[in-house]
């Protein structure tokens, strides 16, 4: 089955950005999705984007969009989480996660369940 691994949190201050990446293993079935997900001390597990290898089809949350990017490097099985103009909102453990499972689809919202694999997170902080 497919494993994630994400990297690439860490301090930044208010306005800034980063780059999150979601590095994908032992995928052996022709599909797979990838979701990011983040929580929040005292807060609930929050999804925030997804993105499919089928049709590359993407879909974000109300926190996500217009701020977030999600993409995919199919070479490297790679998925990106491009975060611009952060707030310290979004300071929050910040996991991916996949499935090869082709019933699991990204539209509507970003669910958990169906999910195979999660990464262990990567902490963002967003304070001045």
């Known amino acids: 089955q497919v494993h994630v691994v994400e990297s690439g949190g860490g301090l930044v201050q208010p306005g800034g950005s980063l780059r999150l990446s979601c590095a994908a293993s032992?995928?052996?079935?022709?599909?797979?999705?990838i979701a990011w997900f983040r929580q929040a001390p005292g807060k609930e597990r929050e999804g925030l984007s997804c993105i499919s290898s089928h049709n590359n089809a993407t879909y974000y949350s109300d926190s996500a969009k217009g701020r977030f990017t999600i993409s995919r490097d199919s070479a490297e099985n790679t998925v990106y989480l491009q975060m611009d103009n952060l707030t310290p909102e979004d300071t929050a453990v910040y996991y991916c996660?996949?499935?090869?499972?082709?019933?699991?689809?990204?539209?509507?919202?970003?669910?958990?369940?169906?999910?195979?694999?999660w990464g262990k997170g990567t902490l963002v902080t967003v304070s001045s």
């Open positions: 996660a996949a499935t090869e499972s082709k019933y699991y689809y990204c539209s509507t919202y970003v669910y958990s369940r169906g999910i195979e694999s």
């Open positions: 032992g995928i052996t079935k022709g599909y797979y999705a």
